[in-house]
């Protein structure tokens, strides 16, 4: 790495493990597969992906566990501080970029994340904003099929845009038709 200086920092939530990351991500993304899920204990992921080689640990180097035996078919390896647990992202052996979790960088709160995979595996409660891509399964290097349609919506978020879809032919109703109470029950 040469002498330039980093726009990234981060760590875990004890200080042994801290890095500093030159460079741009090369994507930033919310995933919501079952993997995921499982392995974090929550309802997703939010990933920021650099390049390998502009990353640089300071102290202790993660500590690393590695499932071979994916939903994805892909060995995933979860790399984490050892002594305090803080999830510091995960390396994905056939990538070259790591995926650096967004709650272990210093600018998470500058970072947009406006993509989102494996939105057929998001939990019922999850919400997409309007302006989000959002992927029925993975999305690899260009590939991945989009959830186009308020249909495939509908189905990519199961009861949780139906209910704002619910929401949204209420207002409509009630403002063009001053119909007070519809309810859709053509919706799941």
């Known amino acids: 790495m040469n002498n330039m200086k980093h726009n990234y920092s981060g760590g875990c939530h004890c200080g042994n493990v801290k ?5 741009k991500p090369v994507w930033k993304v919310n995933c919501y597969c079952n993997w995921c899920q499982t392995t974090s204990g929550g309802p997703f992921r939010s990933f920021v992906l650099f390049d390998e080689e502009n990353i640089v640990f300071i102290g202790q180097e993660p500590k690393s566990y590695e499932d071979k035996n994916t939903t994805h078919g892909r060995p995933m390896i979860n790399q984490f501080c050892n002594n305090c647990g803080t999830l510091i992202g ?3 052996p056939s990538m070259r970029e790591r995926h650096i979790a967004i709650g272990a960088l210093d600018q998470r709160k500058q ?4 993509c989102n995979i494996w939105g057929k595996e998001a939990l019922k409660f999850i919400a997409f904003p309007d302006n989000a891509d959002v992927y029925k399964t993975g999305y690899w290097n260009g590939t991945g099929e989009k959830c186009n349609t308020l249909f495939e919506f509908i189905i990519c978020l199961k009861t949780s845009l139906s209910r704002h ?8 109703f009630d403002i063009f038709f001053n119909i007070k109470n519809f309810t859709p029950t053509f919706l799941p």
Request: hydrophobic share 45%.
């Open 111 to 114: 970072i947009e994340i406006d």
């Open 165 to 172: 879809v619910r929401n949204y032919l209420k207002s409509f």
């Open 19 to 23: 890095f500093t990351i030159r460079g």
């Open 90 to 92: 995960i390396k994905v």
